[in-house]
Protein backbone atom coordinates (compact mmCIF):
# COMPACT_ATOMS: atom_id res chain seq x y z
CA UNK A 1 0.00 0.00 0.00
CA UNK A 2 2.96 2.43 0.91
CA UNK A 3 4.53 2.00 -2.56
CA UNK A 4 0.91 2.20 -4.13
CA UNK A 5 0.74 5.76 -2.28
CA UNK A 6 3.95 6.84 -3.11
CA UNK A 7 3.07 6.00 -6.62
CA UNK A 8 0.50 8.75 -6.65
CA UNK A 9 2.19 11.07 -4.65
CA UNK A 10 4.97 10.83 -7.60
CA UNK A 11 2.36 11.11 -10.64
CA UNK A 12 0.60 14.19 -8.71
CA UNK A 13 4.31 15.87 -8.26
CA UNK A 14 4.93 15.33 -12.26
CA UNK A 15 1.57 16.34 -12.95
CA UNK A 16 2.18 19.23 -10.99
CA UNK A 17 5.50 19.99 -12.41
CA UNK A 18 4.15 19.44 -16.23
CA UNK A 19 1.40 22.03 -15.80
CA UNK A 20 4.14 24.42 -14.35
CA UNK A 21 6.49 24.39 -17.62
CA UNK A 22 3.87 24.61 -19.81
CA UNK A 23 2.75 28.27 -18.16
CA UNK A 24 6.17 28.97 -18.29
CA UNK A 25 6.28 31.80 -20.78
CA UNK A 26 9.79 32.69 -23.19
CA UNK A 27 12.24 34.95 -21.68
CA UNK A 28 11.11 38.24 -21.67
CA UNK A 29 7.85 38.08 -21.10
CA UNK A 30 5.68 38.66 -18.04
CA UNK A 31 2.05 38.15 -17.26
CA UNK A 32 0.86 41.79 -16.59
CA UNK A 33 -1.02 41.22 -13.22
CA UNK A 34 2.32 40.31 -11.52
CA UNK A 35 3.93 43.94 -12.40
CA UNK A 36 0.19 45.71 -11.95
CA UNK A 37 -1.87 43.18 -9.59
CA UNK A 38 -5.50 45.69 -10.29
CA UNK A 39 -5.12 45.69 -14.21
CA UNK A 40 -8.03 45.35 -15.65
CA UNK A 41 -8.08 43.12 -18.55
CA UNK A 42 -10.91 41.58 -21.15
CA UNK A 43 -9.60 40.17 -23.79
CA UNK A 44 -11.75 40.18 -26.62
CA UNK A 45 -10.12 37.84 -28.47
CA UNK A 46 -11.14 35.04 -25.50
CA UNK A 47 -15.17 35.85 -26.09
CA UNK A 48 -17.30 36.53 -28.99
CA UNK A 49 -17.79 39.78 -28.46
CA UNK A 50 -15.15 40.43 -31.54
CA UNK A 51 -15.58 41.39 -34.96
CA UNK A 52 -15.08 37.56 -35.68
CA UNK A 53 -17.71 36.69 -33.15
CA UNK A 54 -15.67 33.63 -31.52
CA UNK A 55 -13.18 32.71 -29.31
CA UNK A 56 -9.39 33.31 -31.53
CA UNK A 57 -7.26 30.70 -31.90
CA UNK A 58 -4.71 31.19 -29.36
CA UNK A 59 -6.73 32.90 -26.37
CA UNK A 60 -7.38 30.63 -23.60
CA UNK A 61 -7.48 32.51 -21.09
CA UNK A 62 -8.08 35.90 -20.07
CA UNK A 63 -4.76 36.67 -18.83
CA UNK A 64 -2.47 39.54 -20.46
CA UNK A 65 1.13 38.66 -21.50
CA UNK A 66 3.50 41.49 -22.84
CA UNK A 67 6.93 41.79 -22.81
CA UNK A 68 8.66 42.77 -19.32
CA UNK A 69 10.00 46.61 -20.51
CA UNK A 70 6.41 47.09 -21.74
CA UNK A 71 4.64 46.25 -18.64
CA UNK A 72 7.05 48.14 -16.68
CA UNK A 73 6.01 51.15 -18.57
CA UNK A 74 2.23 50.62 -18.15
CA UNK A 75 2.64 50.30 -14.50
CA UNK A 76 3.56 54.00 -14.82
CA UNK A 77 0.79 54.97 -17.09
CA UNK A 78 -1.46 53.13 -14.54
CA UNK A 79 -0.02 55.13 -11.92
CA UNK A 80 -0.79 58.12 -12.81
CA UNK A 81 -4.35 58.08 -13.96
CA UNK A 82 -5.17 56.76 -10.70
CA UNK A 83 -4.17 59.71 -9.53
CA UNK A 84 -6.88 61.20 -11.13
CA UNK A 85 -9.35 58.37 -10.14
CA UNK A 86 -8.99 56.74 -13.72
CA UNK A 87 -7.62 53.34 -14.88
CA UNK A 88 -6.67 51.31 -17.73
CA UNK A 89 -8.95 48.47 -19.38
CA UNK A 90 -6.89 46.36 -21.64
CA UNK A 91 -8.49 44.80 -24.29
CA UNK A 92 -5.58 42.82 -26.21
CA UNK A 93 -1.85 42.64 -25.51
CA UNK A 94 0.49 40.06 -26.79
CA UNK A 95 -1.08 38.40 -29.78
CA UNK A 96 -0.45 34.89 -31.15
CA UNK A 97 0.56 34.30 -34.64
CA UNK A 98 -2.04 31.55 -35.07
CA UNK A 99 -4.85 34.32 -34.22
CA UNK A 100 -3.52 36.62 -37.19
CA UNK A 101 -4.32 33.29 -39.04
CA UNK A 102 -7.14 32.91 -37.88
CA UNK A 103 -8.20 36.36 -38.47
CA UNK A 104 -6.96 35.76 -42.04
CA UNK A 105 -8.84 32.82 -42.78
CA UNK A 106 -12.33 34.54 -41.16
CA UNK A 107 -12.08 37.57 -43.75
CA UNK A 108 -11.35 35.33 -47.06
CA UNK A 109 -14.78 33.86 -45.59
CA UNK A 110 -16.69 36.72 -47.57
CA UNK A 111 -20.25 34.62 -46.88
CA UNK A 112 -19.47 35.01 -42.80
CA UNK A 113 -20.37 38.63 -41.90
CA UNK A 114 -21.98 38.01 -38.56
CA UNK A 115 -20.62 41.24 -36.95
CA UNK A 116 -20.59 43.45 -39.92
CA UNK A 117 -22.98 45.76 -38.49
CA UNK A 118 -21.15 46.29 -35.07
CA UNK A 119 -17.67 46.47 -36.08
CA UNK A 120 -17.84 47.02 -39.62
CA UNK A 121 -20.97 49.02 -41.11
CA UNK A 122 -19.37 51.01 -43.79
CA UNK A 123 -16.48 48.63 -44.88
CA UNK A 124 -16.71 46.33 -47.47
CA UNK A 125 -15.52 42.70 -45.77
CA UNK A 126 -13.55 41.79 -49.52
CA UNK A 127 -11.98 44.98 -48.77
CA UNK A 128 -10.48 44.49 -44.91
CA UNK A 129 -6.92 43.62 -46.73
CA UNK A 130 -6.84 46.76 -49.11
CA UNK A 131 -7.95 48.79 -46.00
CA UNK A 132 -5.44 47.60 -43.97
CA UNK A 133 -7.73 46.41 -40.83
CA UNK A 134 -6.52 42.72 -41.69
CA UNK A 135 -2.78 41.87 -41.94
CA UNK A 136 -0.38 38.87 -42.45
CA UNK A 137 1.28 39.80 -39.60
CA UNK A 138 1.01 42.15 -36.32
CA UNK A 139 2.62 43.97 -34.17
CA UNK A 140 0.97 42.46 -31.13
CA UNK A 141 2.95 39.16 -31.82
CA UNK A 142 6.22 40.78 -31.42
CA UNK A 143 4.60 41.34 -27.59
CA UNK A 144 4.71 44.93 -26.72
CA UNK A 145 2.30 46.52 -28.52
CA UNK A 146 -1.52 46.86 -26.89
CA UNK A 147 -5.09 47.94 -27.09
CA UNK A 148 -6.39 49.75 -24.27
CA UNK A 149 -8.92 52.42 -23.06
CA UNK A 150 -9.45 54.44 -19.73
CA UNK A 151 -12.06 54.02 -17.51
CA UNK A 152 -13.47 55.41 -14.34
CA UNK A 153 -12.21 54.48 -11.35
CA UNK A 154 -14.97 54.29 -9.25
CA UNK A 155 -17.75 52.39 -11.65
CA UNK A 156 -15.45 50.85 -13.89
CA UNK A 157 -16.85 52.09 -16.72
CA UNK A 158 -14.40 53.03 -19.99
CA UNK A 159 -14.41 56.78 -21.14
CA UNK A 160 -16.57 57.55 -24.03
CA UNK A 161 -13.83 58.14 -27.21
CA UNK A 162 -16.09 57.95 -30.16
CA UNK A 163 -15.95 54.88 -31.00
CA UNK A 164 -16.05 51.11 -29.59
CA UNK A 165 -12.91 49.12 -30.05
CA UNK A 166 -12.14 47.92 -33.20
CA UNK A 167 -14.49 49.65 -35.16
CA UNK A 168 -13.25 49.52 -38.56
CA UNK A 169 -13.68 52.97 -39.97
CA UNK A 170 -12.80 56.63 -39.84
CA UNK A 171 -14.67 57.24 -36.54
CA UNK A 172 -11.57 55.29 -34.88
CA UNK A 173 -8.70 57.32 -36.37
CA UNK A 174 -7.35 59.43 -33.94
CA UNK A 175 -8.04 62.69 -35.58
CA UNK A 176 -11.43 61.83 -36.98
CA UNK A 177 -13.44 65.66 -36.61
CA UNK A 178 -16.87 64.72 -36.16
CA UNK A 179 -15.82 64.05 -31.65
CA UNK A 180 -18.01 65.59 -29.40
CA UNK A 181 -15.38 67.65 -26.72
CA UNK A 182 -15.54 65.48 -24.35
CA UNK A 183 -14.77 62.38 -26.93
CA UNK A 184 -11.94 64.82 -28.01
CA UNK A 185 -10.71 65.23 -24.85
CA UNK A 186 -10.86 61.72 -23.35
CA UNK A 187 -8.40 60.42 -26.84
CA UNK A 188 -6.04 63.48 -25.91
CA UNK A 189 -5.63 62.27 -22.33
CA UNK A 190 -5.22 59.12 -23.30
CA UNK A 191 -2.80 59.99 -26.15
CA UNK A 192 -0.74 62.29 -23.64
CA UNK A 193 -0.17 59.89 -21.08
CA UNK A 194 1.00 56.53 -23.35
CA UNK A 195 3.33 58.86 -25.68
CA UNK A 196 4.73 60.14 -22.08
CA UNK A 197 5.64 56.92 -21.38
CA UNK A 198 7.31 55.74 -24.17
CA UNK A 199 4.01 54.25 -26.36
CA UNK A 200 3.45 55.43 -29.76
CA UNK A 201 0.37 55.45 -31.35
CA UNK A 202 -1.09 53.89 -34.74
CA UNK A 203 -3.19 57.12 -36.14
CA UNK A 204 -5.92 55.05 -37.16
CA UNK A 205 -7.14 53.17 -33.88
CA UNK A 206 -7.01 55.12 -31.23
CA UNK A 207 -6.76 52.22 -28.76
CA UNK A 208 -3.42 50.73 -30.22
CA UNK A 209 -0.15 51.53 -29.05
CA UNK A 210 3.46 50.16 -29.36
CA UNK A 211 6.52 50.21 -26.97
CA UNK A 212 9.45 52.43 -28.68
CA UNK A 213 12.60 50.40 -28.92
CA UNK A 214 10.81 47.20 -28.26
CA UNK A 215 12.84 44.30 -27.11
CA UNK A 216 11.61 41.98 -30.34
CA UNK A 217 11.23 44.25 -32.86
CA UNK A 218 11.78 41.83 -35.76
CA UNK A 219 9.77 38.40 -34.18
CA UNK A 220 6.68 37.22 -34.35
CA UNK A 221 5.54 35.02 -31.16
CA UNK A 222 2.91 31.75 -31.47
CA UNK A 223 2.98 30.59 -28.07
CA UNK A 224 -0.79 30.64 -26.63
CA UNK A 225 -2.36 33.02 -23.87
CA UNK A 226 -2.78 30.08 -20.91
Known amino acids: MKCKALFYVISLLFILVGFQVKKALPEGFVYVDTIIPDIDVELRYFSSNNFVGDTIDGYK???????KPAAEKLKLVQDELQQQNLCLKVYDGYRPQR????????????????KKQQFYPEVDKRNLFKSGYIASRSGHSRGSTLDLTIADGETGEPLDMGSPF??????SWVADEDLTEEQ????ELLQSVMIKHNFRNYPKEWWHFTLRWEPYPKTYFDFEIE
Do not use: P, Q
Open 61 to 67: VNRLILT
Open 184 to 187: RKNR
Open 166 to 171: DFFGEE
Open 99 to 114: AVNHFIRWAKDLNDTI
